[in-house]
């Protein structure tokens, strides 16, 4: 098949380009910054004939995606604002979230040979923080964030909560769409929740690391104790496995996953791992001590089960980042 996948310099959206030329497929990686999708061409030269880089530079039209979207099979669309930095929550994330998935299921219709459209939501679109144990309960993917759009909004809304409305508002705009639209094409959307391990997108510096990766790096280097909001994670190359098997699967079709390992991880555990992985752990690790939160579930099994993804343990997935990152910094 040929793919296009958006988000292709992103953390996630690396590994789903790499799962898909791993198993032969064609793909169009679209990046806003043409260098970094230079770099990523470069540095995977045994699969150059199989992977071309498309610039993509602005969001808020159909028209950015029509060059994007020609002769593709299938479109993964990963890229969204992931950032808690920002000044205007609304022009920063939560409208680019909403017009990237507008424009390229807009994009797709017109073209006319897209069979299937797979989006990368979030847990933030599923969450809901006014719900709380006991009794004990389990997040499944039918659940929705309550969180209205003025809310997300709102001047003093934080940017955790505004990026929450952000994939929620994304996500049932692409639902609306297809409700709508009726395009040949079917939509499966995944919600994964805080997302680690290894990075395969072009990262320079151990600063540039992306938002979920630097939580851990900030415990292994010492640097802070992050807050867990939740207890789920998982993998990003099971995630990875997972947006494939959604691509693919006929069945797959107009479904919502929550992807999620069905161990729970705390930033106390994090440094656990740290410590117990590598010599200079001990010394190094950030002060304090974190419990799991352990009196809510998330369903992740189901989709294990209909996209046959199995999820690593949290221990290896740390390993994997902590043992990479050292390098970079290293050579930093
Ligand atoms: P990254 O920040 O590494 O990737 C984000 C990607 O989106 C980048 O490729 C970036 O493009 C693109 N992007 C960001 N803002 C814009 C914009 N305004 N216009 C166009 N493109 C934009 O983060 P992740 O890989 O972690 O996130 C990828 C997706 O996964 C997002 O949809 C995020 O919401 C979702 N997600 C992430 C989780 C996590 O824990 N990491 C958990 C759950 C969901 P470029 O490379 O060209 O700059």
């Known amino acids: 098949l040929y793919i296009l996948v958006t988000g292709a310099t992103g953390f996630i959206g690396a590994h789903v380009v790499d799962e898909l030329l791993r198993r032969g497929h064609r793909v169009r990686a679209a990046t806003r910054s043409l260098p970094k999708g230079e770099l990523m061409k470069i540095s995977r030269p045994q699969y150059a004939a199989r992977l071309d880089i498309v610039q993509v530079r602005d969001f808020s039209a ?3 995606f029509t060059d994007a979207v020609q002769g593709v099979d299938g479109i993964i669309h990963v890229a969204s604002p992931f950032t808690y930095t920002t000044t205007d929550n609304e022009k920063e994330l939560v409208k680019p979230a909403i017009a990237g ?82 395009p040949g094409f079917d939509v499966v959307t995944l919600c994964p929740p805080m997302t680690f391990g290894p990075i395969a997108h072009p990262v320079e510096r151990l600063a540039d690391l992306n938002e979920s990766n630097a939580m851990l790096w900030a415990v292994a280097s010492g640097k802070e104790m992050p807050v867990a909001r939740v207890p789920f994670w998982v993998d990003v190359r099971d995630l990875a496995v997972a947006h494939v098997e959604a691509l693919v699967r006929a069945d797959a079709g107009g479904k919502r996953f929550v992807v999620a390992s069905p161990e729970k991880f705390s930033y106390g555990l994090v440094k656990r791992f740290v410590e117990e992985q590598f010599e200079w752990g001990r010394e190094r690790v950030a002060q304090g001590e974190q419990e799991v939160d352990d009196g809510y579930d998330l369903d992740g099994e189901r989709a294990g089960r209909e996209l046959g993804v199995g999820y690593r343990g949290f221990r290896e997935t740390v390993r994997d980042f902590v043992e990479q990152a050292v390098k970079m910094e290293g050579r930093e």
């Open 101 to 182: 998935v507008k424009s390229v299921l807009d994009a797709a219709a017109q073209e006319g040979k897209v069979k299937r459209v797979v989006i990368t939501s979030s847990f933030a679109a599923v969450l809901d923080v006014g719900r709380t144990a006991p009794p004990r309960f389990a997040y499944t993917s039918e659940d929705w964030n309550p969180l209205t759009y003025e809310e997300a909004v709102a001047k003093d809304t934080s940017a955790v909560v505004a990026y929450r409305g952000s994939k929620k508002f994304a996500e049932l705009a692409a639902w609306e769409f297809v409700r709508e639209r009726k």
């Open 62 to 64: 159909s028209a950015s």
